[in-house]
């Protein structure tokens, strides 16, 4: 605790008045933070988002200003949270739209959000201690419709598990999300607005288990509930906490199992 408000004070000192951290966590060696940087800047309603490293000791490490906008740019690139790892790189989660590159060096790592770039597609970007890119994985399940993932926290093994929402493409509840970004499926019946949804990646970005809760306000078969995951931790047995938010009757066991709020 400590060591984090000392780390807050710190960057607080260092950014400007019309920058907001948005984001903030301590890696292996506890005189260095990573930070998420928002700034308003002009042209007005115009933003940036910059990932930043610090040293406790002598400021700024690097840093990097984050794509805002995809290609043909629809709308907006949203970085919602970042994590360290046990071997201090970086995670971040995000969800965007057009196509946009995630490799914030010199090279380039593009990918196309679903409906040719018009909707949002949620997304883990995993750099290394120096910034450099190692992997980013997506969801899009092919649909119009969007998909988020508002929160993130790394794993003992240097994994992360990311918390969100992923939406279907038809809205009678015969539509299914996938939650394996690889070339596997795990496929999962939701909703047409979005499903509260929890996925665990190894640290090579492969997908290693996920959960899904069923909401509904109708009656049994009906996909009119919908939700989300907007925070997420681990304690030190990697049991997962979350909360979130749900419209409807919800189905609180994730499991075969049922445990049903109003």
């Known amino acids: 605790p400590n060591y984090i408000e000392t780390a807050v004070k710190h960057i607080q000192n260092t950014v400007k008045d019309d920058e907001v951290i948005l984001g903030l966590s301590g890696g292996v060696d506890s005189s260095v933070a990573a930070a998420l940087i928002h700034t308003i800047t002009t042209p007005p309603g115009e933003t940036s988002t910059v990932l930043a490293k610090y040293s406790l000791t002598t400021g700024m490490l690097w840093g990097y200003a984050l794509p805002l906008r995809g290609t043909p740019g629809f709308g907006d690139t949203r970085w919602s949270a970042l994590a360290q790892a046990t071997d201090d790189s970086i995670y971040l989660a995000t969800y965007f739209d057009g ?71 038809n809205s009678d509840g015969t539509g299914m999300i996938d939650l394996d970004p690889g070339a596997g499926s795990d496929l999962r019946r939701s909703h047409f607005e979005g499903t509260p949804v929890i996925i665990r990646l190894d640290s090579a970005g492969v997908y290693e288990s996920g959960q899904t809760w069923w909401m509904q306000t109708t009656g049994p078969g009906e996909a009119d509930g919908y939700g989300n995951i907007q925070l997420i931790t681990l304690d030190d047995q990697e049991r997962v906490f979350c909360r979130g938010e749900y419209w409807g009757s919800g189905d609180m066991d994730p499991g075969v199992g049922e445990f049903i709020l109003p």
Not at 113 to 135: E, H, P, R, T, V
């Open 99 to 169: 196509t946009v590159d995630f490799d914030p060096g010199s090279g380039t790592q593009s990918r196309t959000s679903n409906n040719s770039g018009a909707n949002n597609d949620a997304a883990i970007l995993k750099l290394d201690g120096d910034g450099a890119f190692q992997w980013v994985d997506i969801w899009g399940n092919g649909n119009d419709l969007d998909e988020r993932l508002y929160d993130l926290f790394p794993t003992t093994a240097g994994g992360v598990v990311a918390g969100g929402s992923l939406a279907l493409e």
